[in-house]
């Protein structure tokens, strides 16, 4: 019996290669039924699940239907967070949330179109909300108009009404219903035309509003496309859909029943308490309809639930040590001298004859797939029996696999890739594809006409465990807007007091007191608009770190210092002045001292570090970024107008939060060499001239390559420098 074995480099990737081969197989008329899946756990089965949705693969699971991952479902919450988030009054309305929604297929915005919105939002300081209004793109501002009535709604109004107006289905339903005469379809074109818009403005009186008890003045595109149109119709998963949609709101009334023995409506902000409390507790809404299941459909088996079965072809997921040997023990499975399997037990022999069973189940052809890094980038050692037995070949995802799960959402990538982050899947594909589209370039080119490259661009185009090229150019060249985090937001209010209160030192000469620094600390923490709940945890321990801040480093404070130098107009250019890479960024702190010397320092909020490097990789690489930071400003400094006198040998970071039970303020200092500020010089210059040629057509980096960890980064540094 052929052993096919195949090794990727992240979850994902296993993921795609597994439905694109699904796909071919049953292209070559082998019967779904005939084929099996088989994992560990249940998780990692109903990770899959989204992805074969995406290949449009039948599946046939014993668990039933998990309708939290249904992508239609998943839109609708993200649609109904959105809208919920514009009646809070301590916090902004989800922007973030708004690049998600607009990639739903349903609205049919060409990706070049949002990425227009995103820079259009961002130069002109608008929220993207307002930016779809303004754009002059009748389709945004459609949508957006859309949302803003529904974000308009009373706030005790049924969450189930406002679901039947994301979806439309009332209203398609009551356009014939309601007509006193026999279905005319030409009526039916004059007032519904999904096919000739995204969102269809009803021409109804507000008499015809309130009789037919319309909420909004629009008719949603989401069923029909999704299930009338007739290049995406699909009667099997209209049906699986509307028994979805059933156990949903089923659950939704069970838990309203609940809430209106207190004569309570179920609101927005209740079905989001809801499904978070759900995903909290891990607990699952499943279907278990029959119309959840089908002869014809893929077998998705645990490995316990297999016993006993056999399958033409079987897949054996994740064949690693972390995923088959208990719950991540540190000995490793060998193989047992007998089989038997024997039940309720968890030792590493009885974990491989579970492992055994799988392998059993296929008659004919059995795959073994394997991926070799976490999400934080941590490696995965494959069975190390099976190192004896068979080779795992390595195996590239390939683009047009990868255009297939396009349509997955941010919701569903933090379920399924480890180490994707939002809106990194739907975008990657189109990115890659698209940049050497001359209709992308021109789009970028204006974009990059003036572009100066700072450090955050720089350690974001290298970071690959957190997206590296593609990352980069969705953050900080697209603008996608991100919600800004209690700790982010923290770190700003800290920065800022930090920089008032140098300020009032400088100008009145006067060492400011304890007093003023929390004062200030509190104006500014007031003004990110955090829930009272993060403010009040974020006040107390910004005042605690500030009072230790403020009596350990008192004596050090000079005016001579300058705290958040700008080196925007310092025309810092690395190379030749024609075609040099520019060069910008902002110094927390510049220390002066006699030799015409300058110590570069850097404010920091989160946990303190003693040293340069860490066992953990994602402190690692946020560490080696640190450091880079350190080299770059002095690279700034030196190559400056008005300070390339002074020369910069050393750097530091100083935390501004104290350690737990500790009351030092902890300080990590760097002396830079003259030969690390050469190679990131020559590093800059070429990362600058990658990122100025995607205006010219010129393709991202191919990075699929390189590890996501601190040897990847390495090799994909040493790489550019070698160009």
């Known amino acids: 019996m052929p052993i096919i074995a195949k090794q990727f480099s992240n979850r994902i990737e296993q993921q795609v290669w597994v439905a694109q081969t699904l796909t071919d197989l049953i292209q070559q008329n082998v019967k779904p039924s005939e084929i099996a899946l088989i994992a560990r756990k249940h998780e990692q089965l109903m990770d899959l699940v989204p992805v074969l949705a995406q290949f449009d693969i039948p599946v046939s699971y014993e668990r039933g239907q998990a309708v939290l991952q249904r992508s239609e479902i998943l839109e609708l919450l993200t649609i109904i967070r959105y809208i919920d ?30 990425y227009k919105l995103s820079q259009y939002a961002y130069k002109n300081r608008l929220s993207w909300l307002d930016g779809m209004r303004q754009i002059g793109n009748a389709d945004l501002e459609l949508i957006a108009d ?13 969450v189930e009404l406002i679901i039947d107006e994301i979806t439309g289905v009332s209203k398609q339903n009551s356009i014939v219903e309601d007509t006193d005469s026999e279905y005319d379809p030409e009526m039916e074109e004059i007032v519904y035309k999904p096919e000739f818009g995204l969102l ?72 989001i308490k809801y499904v978070d409390l759900l995903q909290k507790r891990n607990v699952s809404l499943v279907d278990n309809s029959v119309y959840n299941s089908s002869k014809e459909a893929i077998n998705l088996l645990t490995a316990h639930k297999s016993k006993g079965l056999e399958f033409e072809y079987v897949f054996v997921l994740e064949c690693s040590e972390s995923a088959w040997n208990g719950r991540g023990k540190v000995n490793k499975i ?34 073994l797939t394997h991926y070799q890094y976490d999400s934080s980038g941590n490696t995965l050692p494959s069975l190390s029996f099976l190192n004896e037995i ?16 396009q349509g997955l959402k941010q919701s569903d990538a933090q379920k399924l890739p480890d180490g994707i982050l939002p809106l990194t899947i739907w975008f990657q594909s189109s990115v890659q594809d698209s940049l050497i589209r001359s209709e992308i370039s021109e789009y970028l080119a204006p974009m990059l006409e003036n572009y100066k490259l700072s450090v955050t661009h720089l350690n974001s185009f290298l970071d690959l465990v957190r997206g590296g090229p593609t990352k980069f150019i969705q953050q900080n060249i697209l603008h996608f807007p991100q919600a800004k985090s209690p700790a982010a937001a923290y770190g700003t209010a800290m920065h800022a007091s930090i920089k008032d209160f140098y300020s009032y030192f400088q100008s009145t000469q006067n060492l400011p007191t304890e007093s003023y620094l929390i004062e200030r600390f509190r104006l500014n923490l007031q003004s990110q608009r955090l829930v009272n709940k993060d403010y009040e945890d974020y006040f107390q321990k910004g005042s605690e770190n500030l009072k ?165 980064i390495d090799d994909f540094i040493q790489d550019l420098i070698s160009e």
Do not use: C
Not at 91 to 97: A, F, N, Q, T, V
Not at 146 to 158: G, R, S, Y
Not at 338 to 366: C, E, G, I, M, W
Not at 675 to 703: C, F, M, N, R, W
């Open 200 to 271: 269809n403005v009803i021409n109804a009186t507000e008499m015809d509003r309130e009789e037919n008890h319309y909420l909004t003045r629009f008719v949603s595109a989401f069923k029909w496309y999704y299930f009338d149109a007739p290049q995406e119709k699909n009667d099997n998963g209209f049906v699986l859909f509307l028994s979805a949609l059933k156990v949903f709101r089923d659950a939704l009334r069970s838990f309203e029943s609940d809430t209106r023995q207190h004569n309570q409506i179920l609101k927005t902000s209740d079905l």
């Open 146 to 158: 859309f949302l803003i009535e529904l974000a308009k709604l009373k706030q005790d109004t049924p």
């Open 390 to 405: 068979v080779e795992f070949e390595d195996q590239k995802l390939e683009s047009a696999s990868l255009d297939r799960i």
């Open 548 to 712: 230790l801040y403020y009596i350990n480093r008192a004596n050090f404070f000079s005016i001579k210092d300058r705290l958040e130098e700008d080196f925007n107009t310092q025309g810092v250019i690395l190379g030749k002045v024609e075609n040099g890479a520019k060069i910008t960024g902002k110094i927390d702190k510049m220390i002066f001292n006699e030799q015409m010397q300058i110590e570069v320092v850097d404010f920091k909020t989160g946990k303190a570090h003693i040293k340069w490097t860490d066992s953990n990789l994602d402190t690692a690489v946020k560490l080696l970024n640190y450091r880079r930071q350190l080299v770059f400003y002095k690279l700034l400094v030196e190559n400056s107008k008005d300070f390339n006198r002074y020369k910069v040998n050393s750097g530091s970071l100083e935390f501004l939060d104290v350690p737990f039970n500790d009351t030092r303020t902890t300080i990590l200092n760097t002396e830079i060499s003259d030969q690390e500020t050469q190679e990131l010089s020559k590093l800059i210059q070429v990362v600058y001239k990658k990122i100025i040629g995607l205006a010219h057509g010129s393709p991202l980096p191919d990075v699929s390559g390189y590890t996501p960890d601190l040897k990847g």
């Open 85 to 114: 988030s514009h009646h809070q009054t301590d916090s902004e309305p989800r922007d973030d949330l708004l690049p998600e929604i607009l990639s739903y297929k349903f609205w049919r915005i060409p990706s070049l179109e949002i």
């Open 334 to 367: 060998g193989l047992p001298s007998n089989l038997p399997l024997l039940p309720q037990s968890n030792t590493s022999d009885d974990s491989l004859r579970l492992f055994y069973v799988s392998l059993t189940r296929a008659k004919t052809h059995l795959y």
